[in-house]
């Protein structure tokens, strides 16, 4: 079983390697691609519409609403980088089933590339909702003492975010080993059954982690702004 897609070289062209974490990534976006345009291609609206469309109707509604519950806010600006690591990581897991797939999400690699898309869309979205000098100023609050802690708070959130991805998508894969090892007809398929189901819930973990820290970003420029305020009128 292969517990890394990192190692499996599907093709080899000189120093250029195709294994299956590029194989599986570029599989996963394909397939996305492809449903999101079978899908919206004939939206219908009324009481009967179509089942993936409704399928795609409850991912959206349920994403908005978490958005709007963590971060406070209208959860159209969020939802397009909330909603894409969401499926694509849920689709990576689901189709683990596959047989000779690997999903991508197996790969540190993957897990990493995702969590520093997250590192980079916390402060985008704080320096588009209060400004560069603003979110800058963050970061010397209270004191400019704090700036190593804080710069040390983000790396190390953004490793954590990987690892716990990565650590829980790995361990189920080592687990299925295991057991088809000892019992290849029944504990498999079980357990299977489990990753996908761990699969969903880990998609869904990552997508509102990056929500909260995104929702801390902005939340705390605005508690600031708010305080300057108040301080202001107070004086005056």
């Not at 690892?163 to 687990?175: E, F």
């Amino acid at each position: 079983m292969i517990l890394n897609p990192d190692t499996l070289v599907l093709l080899e062209i000189g120093p250029l390697r195709l294994n299956a974490t590029i194989a599986g990534t570029w599989l996963v976006m394909l397939l996305l691609a492809g449903g999101s345009w079978l899908v919206t291609r004939r939206l219908q609206t009324g009481p009967r519409i179509a089942r993936w469309q409704n399928l795609l109707e409850v991912v959206v509604v349920t994403l908005s609403n978490n958005i709007r519950e963590i971060g406070q806010r209208t959860p159209e600006r969020y939802l397009p980088l909330i909603g894409t690591l969401f499926l694509f990581i849920a689709a990576a897991n689901l189709l683990a089933i596959v047989p000779g797939f690997v999903a991508p999400t197996a790969s540190l690699s993957t897990t990493s590339a995702l969590a520093i898309c997250v590192l980079v869309a916390v402060p985008v979205y704080g320096i588009t909702e209060k400004g560069l000098g603003a979110y800058l100023l963050d970061y010397l609050r209270p004191t400019p003492l704090m700036l190593p802690f804080k710069l040390i708070g983000e790396i190390s959130r953004t490793i954590a975010l990987a690892l716990r991805l990565y650590g829980n998508i790995m361990s189920g894969t080592l687990i299925v080993g295991s057991l088809l090892s000892v019992a290849p007809f029944l504990f498999p398929i079980v357990m299977q059954l489990l990753g996908l189901l761990t699969g969903m819930i880990q998609a869904y973990i990552f997508a509102v982690l990056a929500m909260v820290y995104i929702a801390s970003a902005v939340s705390a420029h605005d508690r600031i702004h708010n305080n300057d305020s108040s301080a202001d009128e107070a004086a005056s």
